[in-house]
């Protein structure tokens, strides 16, 4: 079975307002999960990587204040896309580190999709 | 990290071996190769990973060149659910490290009946 899980699966939301995306990990805890965006015919692009207790580190070219991430327990992350429009729609995936081996297992992903 | 390059697709016959192969002429010493697959419209799948030797486990074996600038994935008996999208990545994982994964854009194998 899924050891991280993602909800929700899909989300349809008008313009200007925001998303919340959750990813938690169901076998362990994890002080580490990373963040995935991923365009039609696309690879995945890294966003950030999520920290326990800590503030995101984001990967270059994405707006911290726009896609805002809390990892406020260890088996919980959340990604949240403020003010939707519709060049945000798209597939959102979450990883989470195994402590110890450094496995990294990943959600279901998300859809998004902004009218 | 070190990039990857793999080819952008591939066919395979049903019940035949599908072999990916993957260029990773920039590894370091530390690096570890993994081998991830993405069937449409779901997260990535953790397949296999390995270091310098060759690997082998329930889904497929990872056989990695003597100077690890390149490896092959073997699917033994690939079937029609083995299409996907087949990541090829070097990872760095050194001690409390993230070890973050960076995908490229992999190598799409269509497996045909």
């Known amino acids: 079975g899924a050891v991280v899980s993602q909800h929700p699966s899909w989300v349809i939301c008008k313009s200007g307002t925001s998303v919340k995306i959750e990813c938690r990990s169901l076998d362990f805890q994890a002080t580490t999960m990373f963040w995935y965006r991923q365009f039609p015919k696309q690879s995945l692009m890294l966003m950030a990587t999520?920290?326990?207790?800590?503030?995101?580190?984001?990967e270059q070219g994405v707006e911290k204040d726009k896609f805002l991430i809390n990892h406020a327990s260890l088996t919980l992350s959340t990604l949240t896309v403020t003010s939707a429009h519709p060049e945000d729609s798209s597939f959102y995936i979450c990883?989470?580190?195994?402590?110890?081996?450094?496995?990294?297992?990943f959600g279901e992903g998300s859809r998004l999709t902004v009218l | 990290d070190a990039k990857t390059t793999q080819p952008p697709s591939m066919d395979c016959a049903e019940g035949r071996a599908a072999n990916l192969p993957c260029n990773h002429s920039t590894i370091s010493g530390n690096e570890y190769v993994y081998w991830y697959r993405q069937i449409h419209s779901q997260g990535p799948q953790y397949i296999i990973h390995g270091l310098k030797n060759n690997e082998t486990n329930e889904m497929a074996s990872l056989i990695i060149t003597e100077d690890r600038k390149s490896s092959t994935l073997i699917l033994p008996h690939a079937t029609l659910r083995d299409t996907a999208v087949y990541y090829c990545?070097?990872?760095?994982?050194?001690?409390?490290?993230?070890?973050?994964?960076?995908f490229g854009q992999g190598t799409t194998l269509q497996v045909k009946p």
């Open positions: 999520s920290n326990e207790g800590s503030k995101a580190t984001y």
């Open positions: 990883s989470a580190r195994r402590p110890g081996t450094g496995e990294l297992f």
């Open positions: 990545i070097v990872r760095y994982l050194p001690s409390g490290n993230t070890g973050k994964l960076i």
